[in-house]
């Protein structure tokens, strides 16, 4: 079975740096992505990790440790419009094709 | 360059009617995948399409079916709504030849009375 956790909710202030964690248990693993998503609108594409280890992107990094089934997203700097829903999903392959397995989304408010 | 586009953005049908929803895939990607987001939920997989065939399936029913055309471009189709149906549908796409790219459209957000 596939199982993705993340936290329901966050709430952290402008400037101030946050880290959403996300666990999962998959059968089969090929890379997690994460994904900025604000009420109403499409997922967008913020990070994927395929290795273990930290990759940087600007006031966003992401971590990936495979043997512990855990990531996190760490956002450095918040802003306002980073208040969102933050998705984790881990991609399989399987036949020949791929899919997203996602969490549910941690829904981070950002306040002044 | 256009990214991922979807068509209707919006649409209102009744229980027991049918629904297509269309994708254009990212310039340079072969690949279109469709998700379901009811509200308050992740993203679920539904199909994935490459070459003009379905790939990869999802948990849904029969109700549920696609095709992918020669030009990459695929739609989603759904029979017999049922309310529970009411979502926002996704398409993604990707490429065979990137597997760290995956972007999705703005979806279509479907209502079912």
């Known amino acids: 079975g596939q199982n993705i956790d993340q936290p329901t909710e966050m709430t952290a202030t402008e400037g101030a740096i946050v880290q959403i964690n996300c666990t999962y248990q998959t059968s089969g693993f090929n890379g997690l992505f994460w994904y900025q998503q604000h009420a109403g609108e499409a997922p967008t594409f913020l990070s994927y990790n395929v290795l273990d280890g930290l990759e940087e992107k600007g006031r966003f990094s992401s971590f990936l440790s495979r043997s512990k089934g855990y990531s996190y997203l760490l956002l450095k700097e918040l802003q306002m419009k980073d208040s969102a829903s933050y998705l984790c999903?881990?991609?399989?392959?399987?036949?020949?094709?791929?899919?997203?397995?996602f969490g549910t989304g941690t829904q981070l408010k950002v306040e002044l | 360059d256009a990214g991922v586009t979807q068509s209707p953005t919006h649409l209102i049908k009744t229980r027991g009617q049918q629904v297509t929803l269309r994708c254009s895939p990212k310039?340079?990607?072969?690949?279109v995948s469709w998700y379901q987001q009811a509200l308050g939920q992740g993203p679920q997989f539904i199909f994935q399409?490459?070459?003009?065939?379905?790939?990869q399936r999802g948990n849904f029913p029969d109700r549920f079916s696609g095709h992918q055309f020669p030009n990459y471009s695929s739609e989603l189709n759904v029979n017999a709504l049922l309310l529970g149906d009411s979502a926002l549908y996704l398409c993604a796409s990707s490429s065979t030849e990137t597997t760290g790219e995956l972007f999705f459209g703005e979806g279509s957000r479907l209502t079912v009375l």
């Open positions: 999903a881990v991609i399989t392959w399987k036949g020949g094709g791929n899919k997203l397995t």
């Open positions: 310039s340079g990607h072969d690949t």
């Open positions: 399409y490459y070459e003009e065939e379905e790939r």
